[in-house]
Each structure stands twice: as C-alpha cells, then as structure tokens.
C-alpha cells in the first residue's frame, strides 16, 4: 500500500508536458534501428556517387564530341574502344553523347546513317518501331549497303541492347517495355549469324567467367562478388524472350547461353545454402532467381526437344536437380514446382528421357511418392500421372516377316521407334511396384477424403432440417 501510495504520489508531481512512462510490455518499438539507418546512408550515398560520376562522364564526352578530328587524335584506338563500350548504357545522355563522339572519328560508313541512329537514341515510346523500319538492316530492303553493314551493326547492336535492357522510364509502364523489347528482338532476326553474336556476347558479358571457362560450375568466390540479382532476374526473362522469338537462330550460341544460367542457377543455391552471412531482404531475391532459372531451363529443353544436351548432364544434374530433389516432397504438394514441370519436360520428349537417370536413379521413385502425400493437390496428381503415362504409354511397331521388302527409311523409323520405346520402359519398370503403392494410397486418401465431405454434408442437412 506504501509503494502504490508513493507512486500515486509521484504521478501528481509530474508536469503536464512530461510523457508518463510505460509498461516494459506496452513499450513501442523503435522505427528505425541504427543499422537501418546507416543502410540506407550507404543506398542514397551510391546514388549520389553514381549522379556525380555521370554528370562528369557526360561533361568528359561533350569534350571530345567537339573534335573536327577525332581519329588523328593521340590513343585514338583505345578512345575510340571506349566511346563504343559506351553505348550498350541505359542513360539516353550518355548513349547520345558517347554516339556523337563515334561520329567525330569520322568513319565514312556511318554517315549516311547519322540521323537514324540519333533518332534511335532520342526515340520516344511511340516511334521505335518506325526509326526500326526506316533502318532495316534485312539484305532485301536494300536500306544499308554492304560494305556499310558491319560498321553500323557494330554501333546498332550496342544501341539497341541499351534501349532494351532499359527498365524505368517515366510514362512508360511495363507492357510498354516488353513491347520494346519483343519490337528490338524481332528486329534481329534478319541479323546474320556473325551479327547477332555480337549482340548474344554483349548480353552475356556481365555473367562471364573469370578464368573463361563455362564447363566447370564454381560457386563465387565471395558473397559481394556476385553480379546484381536484379541483372540476373533481367537475363532471365530476356533469355525467355530470346528463346520465344529469335528461336533456332540463336542455336549457334545455345551452349554458352546454357552455361551461364547453369551458373546462375548453381550460384543462387550455393548462397542459399550459406543464410546465416546473407541479408534477409535478399533470400527471397535468390529464390527469385533460382525458380526463374529453372524455368527457363525448362523452356530451353521444349525450345529445342532433338539437341544433343549430355554435355551438360553432369552440370544440370550438380545446379538444378540434387539441390532441390529432396525438397520436392514440400515444394509440390499445392501445385508444381518448376523442378517438377522440368521432369516432366523430360518424360515428353524422346532425346530427353535419359535425363530421369540422374541422381542416382532417384528422380521416379521421388516423384511418384508425391501420390502418397494426404495433401497434393489435384495439379500435382495430374502432372505426375502425366509423367507415369508419357513413360508407360509408347508406341512400338513390330517388323514385318519380310523385311527384305520394306523401305530402308522406313525399317530405320520402325526400329527408332521401338529403340526410345524400350527406353521408356527400362526406366519405368524398376519403379512399377512403387507406382502402384503410390496409386493405392492416394485412392484409399481421395476415398475417405471424399466420405468425410459427404457426412458433413449430411451433417448439415440434418442440422438444417431439425432448426426448421
């Protein structure tokens, strides 16, 4: 009674301004902890940085975009290597400024073409098409001349790659982006070979190996060594556009486009697997990036269902298949994963059905005991019945008595036919036990599943009618 006494009485001797403290257990927290703080200092401060870097870039290339003679200048070379380094940029300043600078070398095979590429750089979202159209680099417009043709396509390759890989622009909204991108992407397809190497290579320059080797994946040597996980996101969906529109014309480069997302994919679970010295805000950016991987490895293989992909079996099998197969008991029982939609990519196509062999022959047993869980939903149990079919149902033609008589085409298709249809079959038939045990459990489930919800039903017919 003294102690409540004593604080009654200190309440009264409390001016009216001062704030009354409160319980520990209503205290607030605080809304903004010092080291948020300091992040993000850090954040405006690399803004800050890059703004001034620019503008001095800028004042450094509105200097030399001045000369009457550019190309007698001391170090032309380098200089000039460096004012095309330039363009594949996002800022429409610096690409302007860094294309004016080309023009001052004075290259005769870009002066006839000085006012396109300057309408290109100061396009709005309106007009790409037409500049696009004005600009045709296609043999059978007849609008760049040959010998003009690897001039130009050295400084428009660049330029376009800058415009497409551009992400905010004011009153541009996304569908306007993609618009441009699938617009710049239809444009390269009457590139030539040579051409739209060049455009591939400059794509894949951000993700290249140090030691250029693109056959052995090596997890990054440290955490603040990895490439933006936004530009790695950005490669993905500009690699599911690639594959979409330009198609088999990219075949020639598929092999380095396959190793950089396998790289990519083998990066983001090799960082997964180290939480504890990764920030939360970015574990959900990895698996981002991870899921997109898969997805467009996926696209890859239904891109191009007759390549020959065993290369890379010891690569996908190390990034895309061991990493995620154990969890695949967790991560496709709601609908599938893309891991899933992978296998069953593979159990389509004929050239792709060996791939269910890695892992030590554990990819079936794996996916058909996801029957056997209480909860799958019914995507899931279509997908991997679907699977199970794809490998049980093949056609297989029997030769005839005569084969003296047949064609050579077509005995050869017969026994081609047969040969991926005891492929099937050897891989299915060592799970066949198992499968059956899958499509039990998950029939006893549906069953007492579905009797359950009728005797609720009854339940509440009941209770309905007794209320009335």
């Known amino acids: 009674e003294e102690q409540q006494q004593q604080q009654v009485h200190d309440d009264k001797e409390l001016p009216k301004t001062a704030a009354r403290p409160r319980h520990p257990s209503r205290q607030r927290p605080t809304p903004s902890q010092p080291e948020d703080v300091s ?3 850090v954040v405006f401060h690399q803004h800050s940085v890059r703004r001034i870097i620019n503008a001095r870039l800028c ?7 001045r000369f009457n003679s550019l190309s007698s200048a001391h170090k032309a070379g380098p200089i000039s290597r460096f004012f095309y380094e330039l363009l ?3 800022d429409d300043q610096i690409q302007e400024l860094a294309l004016q600078c080309i023009f001052a070398l ?3 095979a870009l002066t ?4 396109n590429l300057l309408a290109i750089v100061r396009e709005s979202k309106h007009n790409i098409r037409e500049q696009l159209l004005m600009l045709s680099i296609d043999p059978e417009a007849g609008v760049v001349k040959d010998e003009h043709r690897e001039a130009l396509t050295d400084v428009l390759v660049p330029l376009l790659l800058g415009k497409m890989m551009r992400r905010k622009m004011r009153g541009i909204g996304k569908n306007t982006l993609h618009a441009r991108r699938s617009v710049v992407l239809r444009f390269f397809l009457s590139c030539k070979p040579d051409e739209l190497s060049k455009f591939i290579t400059l794509t894949m320059e951000p993700f290249s190996h140090p030691d250029g080797d693109t056959a052995v994946l090596s997890p990054p040597p440290n ?4 490439v933006p996980l936004k530009k790695q996101i950005g490669f993905m969906t500009l690699l599911g556009d690639m594959l979409h529109i330009l198609g088999h014309n990219i075949l020639h480069k598929l092999p380095l486009l396959l ?6 994919i083998y990066n983001a679970d090799h960082l997964l697997s180290q939480r504890t010295e990764i920030s939360p805000p970015y574990i959900n950016a990895l698996k981002a990036v991870r899921l997109a991987g898969l997805r467009q490895l996926c696209r890859v293989f239904k891109c191009f269902p007759t390549e020959n992909f065993d290369a890379f079996a010891d690569r996908i099998e190390k990034a895309a298949v061991l990493p995620q ?5 967790n991560e496709s029982v709601a609908k599938p994963s893309a891991l899933l939609l992978l296998f069953s990519t593979w159990s389509q196509q004929q050239h792709q059905m060996h791939f269910l062999r890695l892992a030590d022959n554990r990819i079936l047993p794996t996916v058909f005991r996801l029957l056997q869980h209480p909860m799958v939903s019914e995507s899931v149990t279509d997908m991997v019945l679907r699977i199970a079919h794809n490998l049980l149902v093949r056609e297989h033609r029997t030769l005839p008595n005569d084969a003296a008589d047949v064609e050579p085409a077509v005995l050869e298709e017969i026994v081609t036919i047969n040969k991926w249809s005891d492929l099937a079959l050897a891989l299915v038939s060592p799970h066949i036990p198992l499968l059956l045990t899958s499509l039990a459990s998950f029939f006893l489930l549906k069953s007492g599943r579905r009797a359950r919800q009728q005797a609720k039903r009854r339940g509440k017919a009941a209770t309905t009618t007794t209320t009335t």
Do not use: G, I
């Not at 190793?259 to 990519?264: A, I, K, R, T």
């Open 112 to 115: 006839p073409y000085t006012e």
């Open 106 to 108: 004075k290259n005769k």
């Open 325 to 329: 197969l154990d969890l695949l008991q």
């Open 59 to 65: 004042s450094f290339l509105s200097v030399f975009s």
């Open 223 to 226: 955490v603040k060594d990895v």
């Open 39 to 41: 992040a993000c200092c």
């Open 259 to 264: 190793s950089v997302l396998l790289q990519l």
């Open 88 to 90: 594949p940029r996002t």
